[in-house]
């Protein structure tokens, strides 16, 4: 599973295991602050190890091939715009991730401008003059990408680190 070379992403669900049957009695939850000391050791090592171009780069991608298999495995409701953002702000919310709103939508241009407040990234952390949420960034576009059938690309310009109360995307279609 994690032991082959590859050149391509080869997550699936079920790499997420049957947690029902492994934690009968710890059950699926764990606190925000073990989420997020897995993701900023991971990227601290990252930025280390490789530098900070590429450690944006893999959290981009990651967070990417995220929202695909997130859409593919959890969003029911893939009709109209709005409804497939009901959908989506539901299970974000009941999964804990954070409060999506849709700020903008241009659907004649594909373009949108989301926020996520109390997200499970940043909310909370130290303000440091940076935008941090770059698996956010490429988990939105791979909701939207997949949700779409086209490519989208997405930018934080607010965050919490950046002294907002919510991340603000801009999501953009790649021409
Ligand atoms: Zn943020």
């Known amino acids: 599973m994690f032991k082959e070379e590859r050149d391509e992403a080869k997550f699936e669900w079920t790499m997420l295991g049957d947690v029902a049957h492994g934690r009968p009695n710890l059950g699926p939850k764990t606190e925000v602050a073990v989420y997020r000391l897995m993701q900023f050791t991971l990227r601290d090592t990252l930025i280390k190890e490789f530098g900070v171009a ?32 009901e959908d989506l702000q539901e299970i974000l919310k009941n999964l804990g991730v954070g409060i999506l709103r849709v700020e903008k939508a241009d659907l004649g241009n594909l373009t949108f401008t989301m926020t996520v407040a109390e997200d499970l990234d940043c909310s909370g952390l130290p303000v440091c003059d940076e935008e ?19 490519e989208f690309h997405v930018k934080e310009v607010d965050c919490w680190c950046s002294g907002d109360r919510v991340c603000r995307f801009d999501v953009t279609p790649v021409a």
């Open 54 to 85: 590429v450690a944006d780069r893999v959290f981009y991608a990651a967070g990417k091939t995220a929202g695909m298999h997130f859409y593919q495995k959890l969003i029911t409701r893939r009709g109209e715009f709005h409804e497939f953002v």
């Open 132 to 150: 941090i949420c770059t698996y956010d960034e490429g988990f939105i576009a791979g909701l939207m990408s997949t949700y779409m059938s086209r």
